[in-house]
């Protein structure tokens, strides 16, 4: 079936350094959404990438949909300890799913 | 302010018990979802209803059956509780199918931790 991978599983940075995260689905995506769990919370929505090498930014983070559709990447700029949580990346099953296969998840630990 | 809402934050059941989960959304969402998180293996979708009555599986149904009477509630039924139900339980709605390639976001309710002994 479908899979949506992610790596690494776990980033441990000192605050100021930056971040990324990796996620690769096993087949095409018609978007790609990324969502962040703060500890003890519930996932939120950040982004949603729709066209083929589409890179958005919000403030220091950066969000980017491969060229061809089946690859994903977040990146922060100068962590900051309110980026700990986890981040998770979600695909649309089929073409147009109404629902969604969710990445593992990365964890990220941000050191004062 | 968009909300969803989950009937218990922390839940304690006895293996054999039948278990009822509630969510409702107050955003007139036509989907609802059901997903149970566990450390290291993400959000798995349980189930997962585009309208009322309506339902899919999805990737972990066994042991679970859900309900929707009305748009804005959905339940999740363990009906023989087991220990390797012990989890954390996860509601989300969101709009029907976007346009042009796009869907729409998940709102997540704040989860109920079930603990099966």
């Known amino acids: 079936g479908q899979q949506v991978m992610q790596i690494p599983q776990y980033q441990h940075v000192q605050e100021g350094e930056d971040f990324t995260t990796y996620c690769n689905s096993s087949?095409?995506?018609?978007?790609i959404q990324w969502y962040k769990q703060r500890p003890g919370g519930h996932p939120v929505f950040l982004i949603q990438?729709?066209?083929?090498?589409e890179v958005k930014k919000q403030k220091r983070l950066t969000f980017q949909f491969g060229e061809a559709k089946k690859n994903s990447s977040l990146h922060i700029t100068a962590t900051q300890t309110t980026d700990v949580g986890t981040y998770f990346c979600a695909g649309p099953r089929g073409n147009y799913g109404q629902n969604f296969v969710f990445g593992p998840g990365t964890r990220l630990s941000v050191l004062p | 302010d968009v909300k969803v809402t989950q009937s218990s934050r922390y839940l304690v059941k006895r293996t054999g018990e039948k278990v009822f989960l509630e969510c409702v959304q107050d955003?007139?969402?036509?989907?609802m979802f059901w997903y149970r998180q566990d450390p290291g293996l993400g959000l798995r979708l349980i189930y997962f209803s585009y309208d009322v009555k309506m339902k899919e599986k999805g990737d972990i149904p066994e042991g679970y059956s859900v309900s929707r009477e009305k748009k804005e509630r959905f339940s999740l039924i363990l009906e023989s509780a087991s220990t390797n139900q012990t989890s954390m339980y996860l509601c989300?709605?969101?709009?029907?199918?976007?346009?042009?390639?796009?869907?729409?976001?998940?709102?997540f309710g704040p989860g109920t931790r079930l603990t099966v002994t």
């Open positions: 955003m007139d969402h036509e989907n």
């Open positions: 990438l729709v066209k083929s090498g």
């Open positions: 989300a709605s969101s709009f029907h199918l976007g346009t042009s390639g796009a869907s729409y976001e998940q709102y």
């Open positions: 087949t095409t995506l018609s978007n």
